[in-house]
């Protein structure tokens, strides 16, 4: 079982930077592939960042952008976003998961409770 807590949203400028967070419980957490994922109003969620262990894969719309890491010590994750754009608004979900396919929501079995992410013009 794992629980997973989101923050580090809000609101920022075009351009600006935002740092998210998630924490995670769980003696297993290392095992999980984790990523973050985005929903926008009126659109599906869409991934954003993955990482598992040394592996990570991003988006191609938040490659150069974006950066996720995780420390497994600390059962944390985080999101580094660089050069926001308005489209960039949406709430972001941590998600933790067993499956294989990166891109894929039915891959990750948890998800915490999202963060908004606000990007103004």
């Known amino acids: 079982q794992v629980q997973l807590v989101e923050s580090g949203g809000g609101l920022v400028q075009a351009g600006g930077s935002l740092r998210l967070s998630c924490a995670a419980s769980?003696?297993?957490?290392?095992?999980?592939?984790m990523a973050w994922f985005r929903q926008a109003p009126g659109k599906e969620r869409e991934f954003v960042a993955g990482?598992?262990?040394?592996?990570?894969y991003y988006a191609d719309s938040m490659k150069g952008r974006f950066t996720i890491s995780r420390d497994n010590a600390k059962n944390m994750m985080y999101l580094q976003m660089n050069s926001l754009k308005p489209e960039d608004t949406a709430v972001y979900y941590c998600?933790?998961?067993?499956?294989?396919?990166?891109?894929?929501?039915?891959?990750?079995?948890?998800w915490g409770q999202g963060t908004q992410v606000t990007v103004s013009s």
């Open positions: 990482i598992y262990w040394s592996r990570t």
């Open positions: 769980g003696r297993t957490f290392s095992s999980y592939r």
């Open positions: 998600a933790a998961g067993l499956g294989t396919a990166w891109v894929a929501p039915p891959s990750y079995g948890y």
